[in-house]
């Protein structure tokens, strides 16, 4: 039987991560570096690729910046095995930048010019689809594709990575909503977490997930309130883009109709094992892994 597929729709953008002893003084002198990535960024191409390591195949639609950086990420994701033929190069690449040391993190982020709008054919983009992953970046487009998914009874899972025009209207149409939990405290500002869900689910989703850092996640389903711990990391090194690999690794467990408690489960160790290197892009962890991380938390 084939995988099913999940179509990623946003803007792809890129991020350049640098790791280096401590962060660089004003004015003071270059800080020596020890690695160097660039890659796609956190958003719609990682949970892609969180998803394509746990099983299913994957489909990038939307855009990409038309330079070089825009090109980088393309061929990352085509290498990677994501379908990319319904991706669109308009602008100027959004980026990125992180410097990792010890003392510290350092991020800067560049929006880009996103150039002409661009048409997405909502049936092209969907064809053969079991699940749509949006994350906010493409907002307009990304209502679209959702009310098309719908229509077709397919799961639209939103991972909110930051707040926009649009953001509303987007949470109001999708299945699953899952929101770090700054972005869902400048959503439903209530002081207790068990409200805020509360809150959330009033605004349209049938499901949400509040992801809490080193503590873990939190979600409700209907009556069922979810916690589910953070998995223990002895050897992290950058949390940066760790949420995107939990939208993709709970979207590739609701594929394979595991329940909401487990569709965390999954999520949280992905994220936990994308620490162990610069990015979530080369620390990118295998179905074997995640499998084999659950396993020590149900036999402890």
Not at 55 to 70: E, I, K, M, N, P
Not at 90 to 116: F, I, N, P, Q, W
């Amino acid at each position: 039987m084939q995988a099913p597929l999940v179509v990623g729709l946003g803007r792809i953008g890129v991020a350049i991560s640098a790791l280096g002893p401590n962060l660089p003084g004003i004015d003071g002198g270059s800080s020596e570096l020890a690695a160097l990535s660039t890659s796609p960024a956190p958003g719609v191409a990682v949970a892609l690729r969180a998803a394509l390591q746990l099983g299913c195949r994957a489909r990038a639609v939307g855009t990409h910046g038309a330079d070089l950086l825009g090109q980088l990420a393309r061929s990352a994701l085509r290498d990677a095995g994501i379908e990319v033929e319904l991706l669109r190069a308009v602008g100027t690449s959004a980026c990125d930048l992180v410097m990792v040391a010890g003392d510290g993190k350092l991020r800067s982020h560049y929006r880009g010019d996103r150039g002409e709008p661009v048409t997405i054919d909502s049936r092209a983009a969907l064809d053969g689809a079991s699940a749509l992953l949006i994350d906010g970046s493409e907002p307009g487009a990304q209502l679209v594709a959702a009310e098309a998914a719908k229509k077709l009874k397919l799961p639209v899972i939103f991972d909110v990575s930051e707040l926009r025009e649009g953001t509303s209207d987007l949470i109001s149409m999708c299945d699953i909503l899952i929101a770090s939990e700054r972005e869902a405290s400048e959503l439903a500002p209530r002081g207790e977490l068990t409200d805020a869900l509360d809150e959330l689910i009033g605004l349209g989703p049938r499901a949400v997930v509040i992801t809490l850092g080193a503590e873990g996640a939190i979600g409700r389903h209907g009556p069922a309130l979810v916690r589910c711990p953070a998995f223990a990391t002895d050897d992290m090194l950058d949390s940066y883009g760790a949420g995107s690999v939990f939208h993709g690794a709970f979207a590739a467990a609701l594929l394979s109709e595991l329940p909401f408690h487990r569709c965390m489960e999954l999520g949280a160790a992905a994220a936990s094992l994308s620490l162990r290197e610069l990015g979530p892009w080369s620390a990118m962890p295998t179905r074997e892994d995640v499998l084999a991380l659950t396993r020590t938390r149900r036999a402890g």
